[in-house]
């Protein structure tokens, strides 16, 4: 070995300037650490794929269906009540808008035939159960429904016209062709007592086409379907906006209490020990008493008090690093308190405070709808999910339909939010997967 | 100790008064409250004026309204129900205990044994079973789940005849009716009380068998068993307990949801109806009973936690 000549030995790099290697794979920061791991979470990924479904539907759904027969004329709707679900290619999924009806017999013998499909039981009283297409029936109903005893129409066979609409109907058959009114009736007292054909008169007149309410339509003939995305929408607006109001409230007022500590940090956490002690239903219900009942009373309402939860989060962090060496370094190197707080120490509590966020949404939607469902939250113009689910309750034995599609709605979202949000913490926080995974 | 507990409670009743104070003045201060005032008739009108003495400035009042506690155990009278509120929150509490305290005790082994099991098998099938359970029962309001019980046990199956709880009367006439139309209000509140201790006791417990006492605990000797039971679970019960007795407080409070739905004649019902009527009197009533319940609650969980950890006693000075 040590008899190699030295010439034999060449200086690799003579007249190279030495470089670090280059690092060949992308750097990875905090946000796309994080985004990775939650991709990893298939959970969390259908959760978040389901949730942009349902805020996106709450944005356009109200817009799908253009039947608003309710805002136009009250009276004519509330003859579409309590209509179960029908969508065109979906009967076999149960969306065939059939209903089942109790009565004697005879209720039904008058009935043309296609409208009753099948008998499906009979009781002990005599009365028999049958499936009914509950559209057309509907129209069998206002049109011409004969009394079985009398062999005469029945009252509801008769439609009360004022003079214009009367007046409408005869233009429309004179342009159209069409047959509306099946019998005619004198000018009586200001209206005509006319037997027409329900929907060609719904059809002519307000340009309802045949009515098929996707989800049904609730006791006062508004259809379900457009509900349910309105009072959607409204949910979701106030829940982000709550938790919008209470995330910067929060983070303002723990990064202070935390940061300075001392005189000022005692005299924040007594102030927020007495808002604590306050129960949200008592302001809740002060608040609606007072100031009426409308979707920024109940935003207030929910963040008097809600911002305490992050406030106090904030502050265990910004307690938790302001004594570390790096907020002394950059202190001793002349940084203000504000540079500090927001370049230094608040990036640190941003994961934390991100899942918190969407994990207290779903907590606003949840105490949202149980309130409205309660009916101590009770919009005057807007609808709203716990609204729908409460009027359906009570027709529910009927009409299962008007509870099935809004509790399948809150569930589906508070599933989805929680599930998205559990993702979140795992991924921006790691080391908190081993306690609740 | 002792100087702890005292000055916890001297803290409790200072905020206390403070929001009934608060909650007061703006109940007294609301547009409508003499409005509703109107529709009693005169003489009873006169004696409520007289009694809580109205025209007077507000703080008076609130310590008229407060000495009539004190003196005569009278919470005003009712606008709507007229009778005196005492009587009512006496007569309604107890049907709102009698149907919690069931569900609550029974949710305590049940919610806890889950919540054991799930932690010892933890990210095996029994855990995410259990984690895919607690996260739904989490997850769906429990009117919904109430509803759909109603629907499917009262509709479809035709398993208990009736959607709400017996009446007094129904009760007495047929007894075994009358026990199994609470079943269903229980179950829901079951569920919902295991779920949450289900959730709790996992999490807690997971993390103490992480720490490296228990690798000692197995070291020495004991088996997996003996280590949790012995060790683990005392550790881990350190934050859940004091909940569990800050909640038998709670019971008294009944569930506004649940109350609803099973038309049960408690003290949910009544707030409910309260503010349905304007009825202010019951109202201001029934919020300082919940202000009170709810400080009450937190003080029992404070304390607890005081003798269970003493480490972690709030407000008890520089450690």
């Known amino acids: 070995m040590e008899n190699i000549a030295k010439e034999k030995f060449i200086l690799v790099q003579q007249d190279e300037v030495l470089y670090d290697e280059r690092i060949k794979t992308k750097s990875i920061g905090y946000y796309k650490d994080a985004f990775l791991r939650f991709k990893k979470n298939k959970a969390s990924v259908i959760a978040a794929i389901i949730l942009i479904f349902l805020i996106i539907m709450a944005i356009v759904g109200p817009f799908l269906s253009s039947y608003n027969l309710f805002d136009v004329n009250a009276k004519w709707s509330a003859r579409l009540n309590d209509m179960p679900p029908k969508i065109e290619g979906l009967e076999w999924l149960g969306f065939n808008g059939e209903k089942q009806l109790t009565g004697y017999p005879e209720n039904f013998s008058n009935i043309p035939n296609g409208i009753v499909l099948r008998i499906t039981g009979r009781n002990n009283i005599g009365q028999i159960t049958v499936v009914v297409d509950y559209y057309a029936y509907i129209n069998y109903i206002y049109s011409c429904e004969i009394d079985t005893a009398t062999q005469d129409f029945t009252t509801s066979s008769y439609t009360n016209l004022t003079i214009s609409e009367y007046e409408a109907v005869r233009a429309a058959e004179a342009a159209t062709g069409d047959t509306i009114i099946l019998e005619d009736a004198p000018l009586v007292a200001g209206s005509y007592l006319v037997r027409v054909d329900y929907y060609k008169f719904l059809y002519h007149i307000y340009d309802v086409q045949e009515p098929a309410f996707w989800f049904g339509s609730d006791p006062q003939g508004r259809d379900l379907f457009t509900e349910l995305w309105k009072g959607a929408r409204l949910s979701l607006l106030i829940a982000f906006s709550v938790a919008l109001i209470n995330i910067l409230v929060g983070i303002i007022w723990g990064s202070i209490s935390g940061y300075f500590g001392g005189t000022v940090d005692l005299v924040m956490e007594r102030i927020s020990d007495i808002l604590a002690g306050l129960p949200f239903m008592a302001i809740l219900t002060l608040l609606l008493l007072r100031y009426g009942n409308s979707p920024g009373v109940v935003i207030v309402a929910f963040t008097l008090t809600g911002w305490l939860g992050i406030a106090s989060l904030t502050r265990a962090q910004f307690y938790r690093y302001k004594n570390r060496e790096y907020v002394l370094a950059a202190r001793t190197l002349g940084a203000s308190d504000s540079r500090i707080i927001i370049r230094h120490i608040f990036p640190n509590a941003v994961g934390t405070l991100i899942t918190s966020l969407v994990l207290y949404i779903p907590a606003v939607i949840f105490s949202e709808s149980t309130f409205s469902f309660l009916g101590i939250i009770n919009y005057a113009e807007n609808t709203s999910v716990g609204r729908l689910l409460s009027t359906g309750q009570s027709v529910m034995k009927e009409s299962f339909y008007q509870v099935l599609f809004p509790s399948v709605f809150i569930s589906l979202l508070m599933l989805s939010f929680n599930l998205f949000g559990n993702g979140l913490r795992d991924a921006f926080n790691p080391s908190l997967r081993g306690v609740e995974e | ?319």
């Open chain 2, 1 to 319: 100790m002792r100087r702890y507990i005292l000055k916890r409670i001297g803290l409790i009743f200072v905020t206390a008064t403070i929001i009934i104070f608060l909650v007061f003045y703006f109940v007294k201060s609301l547009p409508t409250y003499n409005r509703v005032m109107l529709g009693v008739d005169p003489e009873t009108f006169y004696l409520i004026q007289e009694r809580e003495g109205y025209n007077r400035p507000v703080v008076e009042q609130f310590f008229i309204w407060i000495g009539n506690i004190i003196e005569d155990g009278t919470l005003g009278r009712s606008f709507t129900i007229k009778r005196d509120i005492s009587n009512i929150l006496i007569e309604r509490i107890p049907i709102s205990m009698r149907l919690n305290i069931f569900p609550y005790v029974l949710s305590l082994p049940i919610g806890i044994a889950f919540g054991i099991w799930a932690a010892l098998k933890k990210n095996k099938l029994t855990d995410q079973l259990i984690s895919i359970g607690v996260i739904i029962l989490i997850s769906v309001p429990s009117f919904v789940i109430a509803t759909m019980l109603q629907y499917y046990v009262v509709y479809i199956f035709e398993w208990i005849d009736t959607p709400f709880v017996a009446s007094d009367l129904d009760f007495a006439l047929n007894p075994l009716r009358g026990v199994t139309s609470y079943f269903m209000p229980m179950f829901v509140m079951l569920l919902s009380g295991v779920a949450s201790l289900t959730r709790i006791t996992r999490a807690e417990l997971t993390e103490v068998l992480t720490q490296d006492f228990m690798l000692l605990c197995r070291t020495k000797g004991l088996t997996k068993r003996q280590a949790t039971f012995r060790h683990a679970l005392r550790n881990a019960m350190v934050p859940i307990a004091p909940s569990i007795i800050g909640g038998f407080i709670s019971i008294m409070s009944g569930s506004l949801v649940i109350e609803r739905i099973f038309r049960v004649p408690g003290i949910g019902g009544v707030y409910l109806e309260a503010f349905q009527n304007q009825d202010y009197p019951l109202i201001m009533a029934l919020m300082m009973f919940y202000t009170v319940i709810g400080l009450a609650a937190s003080l029992i969980v404070d304390l607890s936690y005081g003798v269970i950890d003493p480490r972690i006693r709030v407000g008890a000075g520089k450690r």
